[in-house]
């Protein structure tokens, strides 16, 4: 999917297009009327502005390049403030971490609708007054304290396929990073929020379908960088096949724990969802908020580390010391959670892989009233993007940007902006599940990099591949081998 540009075709605009991805008409309102008066014969709320933003003049279409090629030409153009005219409407891309904070801590900017197609009314879809209730009511599973009985599963899933790369090992067997990280990170947060280890065949089924459907709504989102429509998710039959199986286990999980005598009900976020408020949730809006987990709760996770055994690859200097940190603190036993306080090189390569590669690589916001961010006026209904890609590698915010070196986050820049690193957004919205990844990539990192080498085969070009989520394109294949023949952690369930 990596076009090359032929250069950035400009297309009269087409109001129709319009409501499929900023279709929150609860938001949009007035900005769907054209207005003729309008210098740049654009839309409706646009104010004439004293400063206008850089940006090309006319509406961007069919441009059919990869996102992150189109965003850095218009930003190495224009500079760090860029407005461009989509087919849905007026889109300013914003760089500067003092930008980044101004959006992502004003209410005026609420979240774009394309997810809401599969999260329906969930935490990670939703805005406004009932975004505060539901989180208000979830955030209390994700304090530290209840993530803390979390982590032997953590370690002990991640043992499982300590295992399975310990056969790959000695069968000389690539294995795909990125679908080994994808399969475990799913099994994790099932297992931590649902207190349910799905049979196999129902994990690889459900992982299945997540992922497909991560892809296709990664699919829609490139239209708002200019690229043609080429995916009808009402008309596609993968698309439904995935949402079913999706819904199926989510209802029957539902189902079996409503089923349950109260007093029997494993203390997790579903039974706290079920029980919550006068009667409960529908499970209607169970089934949401179960589907935001799954969705929003693995795949970043996974991708972080799948780029980070990438970077830890090519750079082997960084991997000698991670390797050193481990063997230093670990011996031959996987990190429980107070080591990891003793492993911030680990915790460091974390970070930095995700600054290089931030698995939500952009946030898309809708303006819901007319407002001005330093000096730009901005139109009531406009899209506001911000992108964590091009904000980690901004060359004011962090020297020699491209090069991987985690330690930026050993001894960080005190003068740093904040928001010049936020892979977990920020505001109103920051990530739920922020503690919880962070603990999860550290000890999967260290449990994994403290047995094996991740040595990916020759010829490879593993580019990011950005859809919702940053992908690699192709999924990196690799050998893995066991370092200085250190003893195989074992699963502790399988411990005599
Ligand atoms: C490395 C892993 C992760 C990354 C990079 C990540 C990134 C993000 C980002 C950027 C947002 C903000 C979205 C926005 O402002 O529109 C977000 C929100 C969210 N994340 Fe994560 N996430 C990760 C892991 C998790 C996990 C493990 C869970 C749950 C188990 C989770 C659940 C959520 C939820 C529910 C929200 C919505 C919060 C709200 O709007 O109130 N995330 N995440």
């Not at 774009?112 to 599973?141: H, I, N, T, Y």
Request: proline share 8%; aromatic share 8%.
């Amino acid at each position: 999917m990596h076009h090359e540009c032929s250069g950035l075709t400009q297309i009269p605009f087409h109001p129709l297009a319009l409501p499929l991805l900023f279709a929150d008409n609860r938001f949009v309102g007035r900005a769907h009327v054209k207005d003729s008066h309008h210098p740049l014969g654009g839309i409706g709320g646009i104010v004439p502005s004293p400063r206008a933003t850089p940006g090309p003049a006319g509406i961007i279409a069919d441009a059919n390049i990869d996102p992150l090629i189109f965003l850095k030409r218009l930003l190495d153009q224009y500079g760090d403030v860029v407005r461009y005219q989509s087919r849905f409407g007026p889109c300013f891309v914003f760089v500067n971490p003092v930008h980044v904070q101004a959006i992502l801590h004003d209410e005026n900017y609420r979240r774009a609708s394309l997810v809401k197609m599969m999260l329906g009314e969930g935490l990670l879809a939703v805005d406004g007054p009932f975004w505060r209730s539901q989180r208000r009511l979830m955030q209390r599973d994700f304090l530290p304290a209840r993530i803390e009985p979390m982590v032997a599963n953590m370690v002990r899933r991640t043992s499982m396929l300590a295992e399975k790369w310990n056969a790959a090992a000695q069968a000389r067997q690539p294995i795909n990073a990125m679908a080994d990280m994808t399969r475990l990170t799913l099994q994790i947060v099932v297992e931590a929020l649902f207190s349910s280890d799905l049979p196999d065949s129902k994990m690889t089924d459900l992982c299945a379908a997540v992922t497909q459907t991560i892809e296709d709504l990664g699919q829609i989102s490139w239209t708002i960088f200019g690229t043609p429509m080429h995916f009808a998710p009402g008309a596609s039959a993968k698309f439904a096949a995935g949402r079913k199986a999706i819904d199926q286990t989510c209802y029957e999980m539902i189902s079996a724990r409503r089923a349950m005598p109260q007093d029997r009900r494993p203390c997790d976020l579903l039974t706290l969802l079920i029980e919550s408020g006068d009667g409960g949730m529908s499970d209607r809006q169970l089934r949401d908020e179960i589907v935001t987990m799954l969705v929003g709760g693995h795949e970043t996770t996974a991708l972080a580390l799948s780029w980070a055994w990438k970077l830890l690859a090519e750079n082997t200097q960084v991997e000698a010391q991670l390797h050193g940190e481990l063997d230093q603190n670990l011996q031959d036993h996987a990190p429980p959670m107070n080591a990891i306080a003793k492993l911030p090189f680990s915790r460091a390569v974390f970070q930095e892989s995700m600054r290089l590669y931030p698995p939500v690589w952009y946030m898309a916001r809708v303006a819901n009233e007319e407002a001005v961010i330093d000096g730009h006026p901005i139109p009531r209904g406009a899209c506001i993007i911000v992108s964590a890609w091009f904000t980690h590698r901004h060359i004011d915010y962090w020297p020699d940007p491209e090069r991987f070196n985690p330690h930026r986050f050993i001894d960080p820049d005190p003068l740093r902006h904040r928001y010049a690193y936020f892979p977990f957004g920020g505001g109103r919205h920051q990530c739920l599940g922020m503690h919880f990844a962070n603990i999860e990539g550290a000890i999967i990192l260290a449990t994994l990099a403290r047995q094996f080498r991740v040595v990916p085969l020759a010829g490879q070009e593993v580019r990011p591949m950005p859809g919702i989520t940053l992908r690699q394109s192709p999924p990196m294949r690799a050998m893995v081998e066991l370092r200085n023949s250190r003893p195989a952690i074992s699963n502790p369930r399988s411990r005599p």
